[in-house]
């Protein structure tokens, strides 16, 4: 158990990520659609492995309030279901597939989708509002890539995938005591891609979720693409990113375990200010496991602060002395901030990551922010847009324990889904987003999914009929 549980972890790790797509219609795409589901019941059929294994008696949990301001609960309805299966059933019809083409039975998700997931980001949002009240340039950007460390924080032995976005699901997230409110939309299928547009107290935040993953003899590789863009309202400046890779080591022998690698550069593209962030390879003996270190420059190449922590605990600074801080060489050239001097006994914490509730390991080892995401209140049920995650019926039977109906409701929901699709090929119709469109970005010149701007009108006549 403990060894899936791990490789899945990187399914959900991209936000940073992408998401296991679950649709493949034949008549438009020349690669074959694989169903482990199929398999694996053959392979298990003499143990009735969904009946025995996962229909049990679940543990009740209590709601509780997360915020002055508002109610939010804080556990899920009931806690994870017991049992164990082999990894290696369904990995080993994966190796070598794209991982988009490949759907998996409903016992290996979390009762989330993949766009809460990606909103699960925003945890940490008071960092944003802390950059946009410093004035310093510099200052700013500390805060700033605080917040980008900790928007991939959330991954850490949260092992369980969520649940494949349907072709123009959406969710909306409003938290008033945050200051918050964020839509997400699947815009594509394949690829998929999922679009999101977020406003804050003095800031927006927009950009698209996309990767390519794929299964090899060693391991998961997961590669993100695109560009998150951040804009600071009353400051004026524009920030963008591109989110680290993320590696599952032994996939097939052995512990599996994951990690974010590669290099970010965090860049203020209206003052020229940049930070640098290194996710460390684990090398040897585990030496840098989780580790991230960087540091902050000015538009003049001197380094101003030093970074350093673990993406999965917190992210502490340092200042680096006058006469240490230029990154040139001799000829001029940029450096890359490797041998910089710190003044290590005067650092501080920009940003820690919040304890999970004692429940946690019985509810997909989620925080409370997490365990939020799905609740549905009453009085959301005719604000709410017909497409958003909540009214998913294969989720909210998970969330409330009932495996076997989640399992049929899924397969309902993916078949209607393919008949959506068998009859826009017929039609020659294309599918438009319903509040997202694609442009240039103006400072990638890359292609990007952007917001419509009419989310919140509420005009929600138009939206398709998903579930």
Request: a negative charge.
């Amino acid at each position: 158990m403990r060894s899936l549980i791990c490789c899945f972890d990187a399914f959900k790790a991209v936000l940073e990520g992408n998401e296991l797509e679950t649709f493949h219609d034949s008549s438009s795409d020349s690669e074959e659609f694989f169903d482990t589901r199929s398999e694996f019941s053959r392979s298990q059929s003499r143990s009735r492995f969904l009946s025995d294994q996962f229909e049990q008696p679940y543990l009740d949990c209590e709601t509780s309030s997360t915020s002055s301001t508002a109610q939010f609960r804080s556990l899920l309805p009931v806690s994870k279901p017991l049992g164990s299966y082999s990894l290696w059933t369904i990995v080993k019809h994966c190796i070598g597939r794209d991982m988009s083409r490949v759907t998996l039975p409903v016992f290996v998700n979390e009762p989330l989708s993949f766009l809460q997931r990606t909103a699960e980001a925003m945890e940490y949002c008071y960092l944003i509002d802390k950059a946009i009240a410093i004035d310093a340039p510099s200052e700013r950007m500390k805060n700033v890539s605080a917040f980008v460390v900790s928007t991939i924080s959330c991954c850490h032995e949260r092992v369980w995938k969520p649940f494949n976005p349907l072709l123009g699901e959406t969710y909306e997230l409003t938290r008033d005591d945050l200051g918050l409110k964020i839509i997400l939309e699947q815009v594509s299928h394949h690829p998929p891609i999922t679009a999101f547009y977020c406003e804050g107290q003095g800031y927006t935040m927009h950009g698209s979720v996309q990767a390519t993953m794929r299964i090899t003899a060693k391991g998961l590789d997961v590669n993100p693409q695109g560009y998150v863009t951040l804009h600071l309202l009353k400051r004026d400046e524009i920030y963008i990113w591109r989110n680290p890779n993320v590696r599952v080591h032994n996939l097939i022998i052995g512990t599996m375990w994951i990690e974010r690698v590669g290099v970010v550069e965090v860049k203020n593209v209206t003052s020229n200010h940049r930070a640098v962030l290194d996710f460390k390879e684990s090398g040897w003996f585990n030496k840098h496991v989780h580790h991230v270190e960087g540091y902050i420059q000015t538009p003049e190449k001197d380094t101003k602060y030093r970074l350093e922590g673990r993406w999965i605990e917190e992210l502490r600074c340092s200042a680096i002395p006058a006469s240490d801080s230029s990154l040139q060489d001799e000829d001029g050239n940029d450096g890359d901030g490797g041998d910089v001097k710190t003044d290590n006994t005067r650092h501080s914490v920009l940003w820690r990551i919040e304890s999970r509730p004692e429940e946690a390991s019985q509810m997909y080892n989620m925080s409370r922010f997490a365990m939020s995401l799905n609740e549905l209140k009453e009085e959301d049920r005719s604000t709410l847009a017909p497409t958003d995650v909540r009214f998913r019926p294969d989720i909210r039977l998970m969330e409330n324990g009932d495996i076997k109906g989640a399992g049929d409701e899924k397969h309902r929901l993916e078949e209607k889904q393919r008949a959506a699709r068998r009859k826009r090929h017929e039609t020659k119709e294309e599918w438009v987003p319903r509040w997202f469109r694609k442009d240039t970005s103006p400072h990638t010149e890359e292609l990007e999914w952007v917001y419509t701007g009419s989310y919140w009108e509420r005009n929600f006549s138009q939206c398709p009929d998903i579930y």
